[in-house]
């Protein structure tokens, strides 16, 4: 892909980013007209889903979008619904010459249909593949192709992986910079879990406490075979997935127990460290028994995505490989 | 400092690196001569201690040196030896116009009189300090100023914090690209010591595989209260390290209780974490209890100098403040 249109897929990507999570259960989109290299429109799936991203960068551009380009991080939608025209038939009356695409939909529905129209209109189609669309369209690729949703991993660690001193102390491991970016991912989920044991003791609140975003409050949800205490629900396994409904995205909290079960079951797509310059020594692990056999077996599975520094800490974003 | 002098002083300080470990005891010092910006000189303390750096970079600056810039990691000797004069007068013959330090020398014998002596001669001379001049004299640092090795502990953990898998396997963690950088700061080292468990488990043979660097072989010392093997040498414990007589580097290879018992007695000067992207879960922690009795305690000891990409594998690198 030209390096001018990886830079604008990203720039649609991370406008994608503001579709999280109030477009669910539908996609989350960024979508960037561009004429003459200068943006000309720009949209992101709205709440609730509509309008769609190519829908919103299409009307700002006007006029303008005629002989531009599109970049969107989804295939555009081929189907008509009633509550508005297929993306891919406004594309073709806007008199786009160009579309690059991220991921093709792997909603049946549209699957290759939107890509295949814009073709028989006459306009220039270019895919990047799923990577160039950015982690907003994960949850719908899982909940589409495995059933389920996109799942991320936090784990608050030292250096030498303890979530806690010996004596249960986990207040703080890591300092404020690094648990208001937590606040951020939380805001950006569906719902978050916690293992039950962790609810026992800590009784976490783990709602969003960033200014403007207190209504991004996920569901909250537990990891038991007993029933949920009020305002959460309860998961009885990892393999129950499936059953957290419209959830696109589940922010998996830990403690150790939870983590060891998802990772476990290998259903964990990313995985998040947040890890402080410390040493505990001998303190409680990060994560439990996931039934490794071999060190073999425990590489390869992930690749480091990002590193980020908060303050004092860093965050290592792992994305598992599949 | 300005830009440019902190440049020449980080080359000062590379070349020094080259100094390590063949001029022990003698600190390993590095030298650039600058005139009209362009390297009229270079030199790092040769093995045994002498040539000095300063002395080789002014002999082979030659006539350039006059009225350039000399910058040297450490402060330049003034005292007379039967080895060679003083560099301080060295420096005063050549006709240099300016000499950038960086760290004073903690050494009684020259301590500030290499600089004083410098500037009674007419020329001008700036301190950068010791973060400036690098890895190259913290040993030297440390023998003068606190009677002991600069010890390194180095760890090859899991993200999760283990060296090994609860059954024991620990080959490997890491991959090639970060064992092959084991071997090389080895080679930077005066000895190498790892716990009596290790050695009786693993039998490490600890030299240095690369090429050109086989006679680099460290002394091989294991922290034991009983004898030693033939091949090694004993260390009760690590309050004793200044029983080390002349090494100047000490690299802690592990394992848990190695790596423990010095962060317990607050030992370490230098952290390496070779980190592999794999979860392990549930296996064998890196470091043993190191008596700490609450997490406010662990925190601003340690601070993240650097971290390098060796395949998949990263190095973290920390520094304990004091």
Chains 1, 2 share one sequence.
Request: aromatic share 4%; with cysteine.
């Amino acid at each position: 892909m030209p390096a001018e249109d990886a830079r604008w897929l990203a720039a649609a990507a991370a406008l994608a980013e503001r579709a999280r999570p109030l477009a669910r259960p539908n996609p989350g989109v960024g979508a960037v007209v561009v004429k003459n290299g200068v943006v000309a429109g720009r949209g992101w799936t709205r709440p609730g889903g509509r309008p769609h991203a190519e829908a919103a960068a299409l009307a700002m551009a006007g006029e303008k979008a005629r002989g531009g380009t599109l970049y969107v991080t989804l295939e555009p939608c081929a189907h008509r619904s009633e509550r508005g025209p297929a993306c891919a038939d406004l594309a073709t009356a806007a008199g786009l010459a160009r579309v690059v695409v991220g991921m093709a939909d792997p909603d049946p529905r549209t699957g290759g249909a939107g890509i295949t129209r814009l073709r028989e209109a006459g306009i220039e189609v270019a895919e990047a593949g799923r990577d160039a669309a950015g982690l907003g369209l994960a949850g719908h690729e899982a909940a589409l192709t495995l059933g389920r949703p996109h799942v991320t991993l936090k784990l608050a660690l030292s250096l030498d992986g303890c979530i806690a001193a010996a004596n249960g102390e986990s207040k703080w491991i890591t300092g404020e910079a690094a648990r208001n970016h937590v606040h951020r991912e939380r805001a950006r989920a569906d719902a978050i879990l916690v293992g039950g044991e962790t609810l026992r003791a800590d009784a976490p609140r783990l709602d969003v406490r960033l200014p403007g975003l207190e209504t991004r409050a996920p569901e909250r949800w537990v990891l038991t075979r007993g029933a949920a205490p009020e305002g959460w629900r309860a998961l009885a396994a990892p393999k129950d997935l499936a059953a957290m409904g419209n959830v696109r995205y589940l922010f998996v909290e830990g403690g150790a127990g939870a983590a060891a079960a998802f990772l476990h079951a290998d259903l964990v797509d990313r995985l998040l460290i947040y890890r402080a310059p410390i040493v505990i020594g001998g303190g409680r692990p990060g994560v439990g028994d996931i039934g490794l056999s071999s060190l073999v077996e425990a590489h390869g599975r992930w690749v480091r995505e990002d590193t980020r520094t908060f303050g004092p800490d860093t965050l290592e974003i792992h994305r598992r490989t599949r």
